[in-house]
């Protein structure tokens, strides 16, 4: 990972506003990294949303934090909440996609956004803009990658 030290020193240092989204119909992976990098900044007491662009399975529920998923298509009133923690963001982690198109409507927010992004992601090829970077398709998932990153 590109700076990963000066990542984890962001992340164990005073708390930051964080925004994790990830793509469009979550899938096990893409909310399983969310909620486990969710519960694992929340020891450092992070200001953290976790946006979800659009619903996803009711199985997946069952996950620890899933109540704080926030689903961008549900209403207005999500809509605001999520503009407004992406435009505040220090830190917006973007997990499991690796093109701007999977986050359908929540992407022009996040690329006008000032924070700095953190890309983290197991498929080929990504074309999201990154400060901090952790690549590897040859992960099974991007859950293995949250992993590294938390040991």
């Not at 030290?5 to 989204?21: A, D, F, W």
């Not at 701007?100 to 983290?120: F, G, M, T």
Request: glycine share 2%.
């Amino acid at each position: 990972m590109q700076n990963l030290q000066s990542l984890r020193e962001l992340l164990t240092g005073s708390p930051k506003k964080i925004v994790i989204t990830t793509h469009q119909k979550p899938d096990a992976d893409a909310l399983g990294s969310s909620l486990a990098l969710y519960n694992y900044l929340k020891k450092y007491h992070h200001d953290i949303t976790v946006v979800a662009p659009t619903d996803y399975p009711r199985f997946l529920f069952w996950m620890p934090g899933n109540n704080c998923v926030v689903d961008f298509e549900l209403d207005d009133k999500n809509k605001t909440h999520i503009i407004k923690a992406i435009e505040k963001a220090d830190l917006i982690f973007c997990l499991d996609f690796s093109s701007w198109e999977r986050l359908k409507e929540v992407a022009q927010y996040v690329k006008k956004s000032n924070a700095k992004r953190v890309l983290i992601d197991h498929h080929l090829d990504p074309t999201v803009d990154a400060d901090y970077k952790m690549w590897q398709p040859k992960a099974a998932a991007t859950c293995e990658l949250i992993y590294e990153l938390i040991k």
